[in-house]
Every structure is written in structure tokens, then in C-alpha cells.
């Protein structure tokens, strides 16, 4: 029993998670800005989408209020792409921060001498 007690102590370390719970956030953030920064097809939908509010203002009004908008079929259909964009946008983010957690993983398995 004092074998397996020794080998599960041997294995305990503080993740990046425990020790910067507080900033957890930030990192995150961090992760997701370095992506609008460094990724060409991401900052390629963010123009889009800011295109898109800049030929239809009427949208970029739906999206940031709670009141009843009247719009066009050209201005419906311009909120649709915008919204299937910004999905595009949440998922490239998504994708970002899972990868960015596989890459520390990596790390903490070398440093529980795992790897």
C-alpha cells in the first residue's frame, strides 16, 4: 500500500490552473487575442463581418440593443451571415484554446516525467 501511496505523491504537481486560478481568464483572453492578431483567416471574417456592419448599419443596432428593429430582406439576410461569421469566429477560438491546453499538457506531462 505504501507503494502505490509513493507512486500517486510522485505524480502530484500543481497544474496552471491551481496556481493561477485568479488569472485563468486573462489567459485565456490571451490565447484567443494572440489569435486575431497572428491568424489571417480569422482577422479575414472580422473584416468581413465589419464590412458587412459598415453596409448595413441597421444590424450592428440588433446585435448591440434589446429593442424590436424593423429590417430589410437584404438586411435580414446580412444579420444571418454576420451571425453564421461570428459562429465561425467562436470556433477557430474554441479550436485555439483546446490546442493551446494539448500544448500544456504536453508540458506537464514532461514535467511529472511522463514524457
Do not use: W
Amino acid at each position: 500500500m505504501s507503494e502505490v501511496i509513493a507512486v500517486s505523491d510522485a505524480f502530484r504537481f500543481e497544474t496552471f490552473v491551481d496556481v493561477h486560478s485568479n488569472i485563468f481568464n486573462e489567459y485565456l483572453s490571451s490565447v484567443i487575442a494572440k489569435l486575431s492578431k497572428e491568424n489571417e483567416e480569422y482577422q479575414a471574417l472580422q473584416d468581413k463581418i465589419e464590412s458587412l456592419y459598415g453596409k448595413y448599419p441597421a444590424i450592428l443596432g440588433v446585435c448591440d440593443s434589446e429593442q424590436a428593429a424593423e429590417l430589410t430582406k437584404e438586411e435580414c439576410a446580412a444579420l444571418i451571415k454576420v451571425m453564421e461569421l461570428k459562429n465561425q469566429l467562436t470556433d477557430m477560438e474554441l479550436q485555439s484554446v483546446y490546442l493551446r491546453g494539448c500544448y500544456d499538457s504536453v508540458g506537464y506531462l514532461k514535467k511529472a516525467g511522463i514524457l
